[in-house]
DNA sequence: AATGAATGAGCGTTCATTCAT
DNA sequence: AATGAATGAACGCTCATTCAT
């Protein structure tokens, strides 16, 4: 699963050839076939794993022990980082795969549920007064866009990383969303 | 090259056929090989027509007329819209193939071009003292990537482009690289 | 077309290859999907197209233009003979595929209207009173049973065909059915 | 044994999967490669034995005890029905694949046994002056194809097996034969 | 210049067979 | 002795590319 991922996230799900993943994963091109029924399947099970693993991570910091919008948001982004830092492929698959044609409707549903999770801060932060009152998508769309194009760069080295760099960023992204 | 960059902006380079293209564009497959040698040089050559032309367009404002940064953000801004309203799938096309293993150098050298010349911009904004100093690459994948996320929201239908939706994003997104 | 039918007949359908096929009509493999959808549209094709030049040569004999059973049978089982010498591999093949578990509705029909040409004719000699008030499947697979086994000890050449044992052997099976 | 033959009875060697035939037999898949070097090693013990079984079984009968051709073949007709009717899916399996690729020199040595014992009772027959001189391989392909023919349509239920029935499809095969 | 039938390399997938357990 | 996970050769099939027309 590993060796799919790296290679689906690499070159994308139709230039990834099975032989090519049996071979990276050093196993035989049938073994791959008695854990899934077929490549799609496979692609399947992996995007509904990451992003559950994504989801996790952010359920388990219970961002509603607090009320205080710009808090939560700090954490959220955190967890973020903390994904994007320990996951480099899995966020780099998920956002290349996440509206591909061979996704089944488990996946997006799942994936559906993740976005859910971030509109539901967006709209507490909306209600509070303190985040713009544009489409929650759109709020979404500008952070999550933000940064995974951040993080796409960071992870083919045009950009160094660093805590500075990164408390900076959650303030762009912040700042971006927040009422003036 | 219409066919082609809709299939491809939809379906991906691998997924996309020589013969679909054809189909589309109703002509015989073998004609295609007679503009293109192979359907990477097509690909390569409808990236780089397509980031020429976004490329011209924010030539054609002539950005340097005015010192203003916040001004000069505008119009960069409403000449990515315009280009987004004008040409949804070159802008997908584009999204989705500015990394494919498939580019060759100079398709990779024009996509430089394009993100230099909006580095300059943001470099020019620093040296104003309006803008963040986080590095250009960073602040370009901020803007770049929220709004490029936002417009394939509008163009799958999730959002309502608008006047005044655009306006917001245009704020929020000078919000996020502004200094405050 | 005629390699197909070869090879099925003497191997089978699930033998024969399709890229065995292929080189056995000089062609590319590819080019075989280019005629049949798949294998099994191949096979299905082949298949009722040698029942219905089958049916064609029984309904063009007219059987109807007498009345006596005898010389009908004897027209009946010459168009057969014909058949089975101009299309050795025809004949093998429709008897080794005719319950194949892929042929298709449209097979199964043509056959089934091709049992029930030669149903009608036993029909009628039971009542002329000149053939057994057996079940006709019975007399039907009596005659062609006895009849496909022998042409295919003269394909594999263990019998030599002579027009004196087919009289006999037209004769042998005249009596099988026929009331003493 | 038991779920290979039956599985190869009903799809053929071809389509019947060594894993399939351990599925049925409740054993795993390697276990029958204990027994059998391979998959055609397998379906040749299986033709063998049954043609074994049958060839013991009319041999059990003493044929040579009366020297009346007509009661020679009603006890060699009915040692047919009973294998028939206790064995159907061995006479359906000797019936496709009595001419398989796959069958090795004994196999086809031991069918070939089993004609040469049919041969020898159409040879005294002859030689009475009872039956037809014509081939002896062409009378037992007569009565031997109407015969598995019939039992093909009693096994997919098309035709209602019963004594009455029986009787008469016995006494048009004989007539089949038969001088008159 | 344009075509599209033909090609065959290479895909996704299956399955006879092996072998560590 | 029995297993079934693992294998990889070979299947059915697709499609980028060629070339006779």
């Not at 996790?56 to 982004?77: G, W």
């Not at 967890?79 to 061979?102: P, Q, R």
């Not at 759109?138 to 045009?158: E, M, N, P």
């Amino acid at each position: 699963m590993n060796a799919a991922i790296l290679l689906f996230a690499e070159r994308g799900y139709d230039a990834t050839t099975v032989p090519k993943i049996a071979d990276k994963a050093q196993v035989g091109a049938g073994t791959i076939y008695r854990y899934f029924e077929n490549k799609e399947a496979l692609v399947n099970a992996l995007f509904q794993e990451c992003i559950h693993k994504f989801l996790e991570a952010f359920k388990s910091t219970k961002p509603e022990s607090t009320t205080d919008v710009r808090q939560q948001f700090h954490v959220l982004f955190h967890v973020m980082v903390d994904y994007a830092e320990n996951n480099t492929h899995e966020l780099h698959f998920i956002d290349t795969h996440c509206s591909g044609h061979y996704l089944d409707e488990k996946s997006k549903q799942i994936f559906q549920d993740f976005l859910d999770f971030l509109k539901n801060f967006i709209e507490h932060g909306k209600e509070q007064g303190v985040l713009c009152l544009l489409p929650s998508d759109a709020l979404i769309a500008i952070v999550y866009g933000a940064f995974s194009h951040l993080f796409k760069l960071i992870r083919i080295g045009v950009i160094q990383e660093s805590t500075e760099l990164l408390d900076s960023i959650e303030e762009c992204c912040w700042n971006a969303i927040r009422i003036h």
